[in-house]
């Protein structure tokens, strides 16, 4: 059983930076790929970033995010992170991290949220113009 809670509700203007926190107490010894998806009002859940738990550190992004947004975990803390630089007003949006059980190193695999086992409650984060 995996258990994700995130914290990081921001009200920030263009342009500014804001860190995202997910606080995981998951299985040790068990392998994942965690990541942070994100879903503004009335539209789909999207993937933002993703990277494995464990092993790799190579990490996998969105177009819409790459070179903004850094994926990064610290397992001494159990904690997921997520720098946003250069934030966007098109940013807005609740922002989840989610589990899924092993490692995956293909895009497709990982920017399914349907293919997902975990997700934390989720944490808004508005950007004003």
């Known amino acids: 059983q995996v258990q994700l809670v995130e914290s990081g509700v921001g009200l920030v203007q263009a342009g500014e930076s804001l860190r995202l926190s997910c606080a995981v107490s998951a299985r040790t010894g068990s392998t994942y790929t965690i990541a942070w998806f994100r879903q503004a009002p009335g539209k789909e859940r999207e993937f933002v970033a993703a990277i494995s738990w464990s092993g790799s550190n190579k990490a996998y992004y969105a177009d819409s995010v790459k070179g903004r947004f850094t994926i990064s975990r610290d397992n001494a803390k159990n904690t997921l992170y997520l720098q946003m630089n250069s934030l966007k007003p098109e940013d807005t949006a609740v922002y989840y991290c989610?589990?899924?059980?092993?490692?995956?190193?293909?895009?497709?695999?990982?920017?399914?949220?349907?293919?997902?086992?975990?997700w934390g409650q989720g944490t808004q984060v508005t950007v004003s113009s």
């Open positions: 989610a589990v899924k059980n092993g490692y995956y190193s293909d895009y497709d695999s990982l920017s399914k949220w349907a293919l997902y086992d975990y």
